[in-house]
C-alpha cells in the first residue's frame, strides 16, 4: 500500500480568515510572535502500490483542490 | 524567520465522517482503490528564530488540537 499525503492550503494573496482568527486567539494566549498564520487541509489515503502520482494530482485537479483559491502539494510513499 | 507547519489529524479509531464522504466521491468519480481517507489540518505559521519547538508544543495542546480526537506532529524549519 502507498500512503499518500495532500497539502492544501490558500494561495498567496488570498484572505485566510480562519487563520488570521487562530492567529489573534494565539496573541490572546501570550504567543505574540506568532504571524503569518494559514490553515489549509492535510488528507492522507492509502492507494495500491505503483506509480500513482499523476492519479494524485487528478484526483486533486478534479476533487480535494479548488484551485481558484488553493495550491496543493502531495507526497508518495511506499 | 522560523517557517512551523502543524499537522492534525484524527486519531486512529475515531470517525472521520469529512474523510468517509471524500472517499466515496473519489469512488464515484472514478478511483474505486482510494481507501482509508482522513482529512485533518495543515497549519502554517512563522516564528522569530530560535528554540520554539517547547512552544509550538504548547500551542497544539492549548488551542490548535482537540487531544480527545485528534493527535499531531509539527515541523520546524529555518
Chains 1, 2 share one sequence.
Do not use: W
Amino acid at each position: 500500500m502507498a500512503r499518500v499525503k495532500v497539502f492544501v492550503y490558500p494561495k498567496k494573496g488570498v484572505l485566510d480568515p480562519q487563520g488570521k482568527t487562530v492567529e489573534s486567539a494565539l496573541h490572546t494566549l501570550g504567543y505574540k510572535k506568532a504571524s503569518n498564520v494559514r490553515i489549509g487541509k492535510y488528507i492522507e489515503m492509502e492507494l495500491p502500490d505503483g506509480d500513482n502520482k499523476k492519479m494524485v494530482d487528478e484526483m486533486c485537479r478534479k476533487l480535494l483542490v479548488n484551485s481558484v483559491i488553493e495550491d496543493y502539494h502531495f507526497e508518495v510513499a511506499a
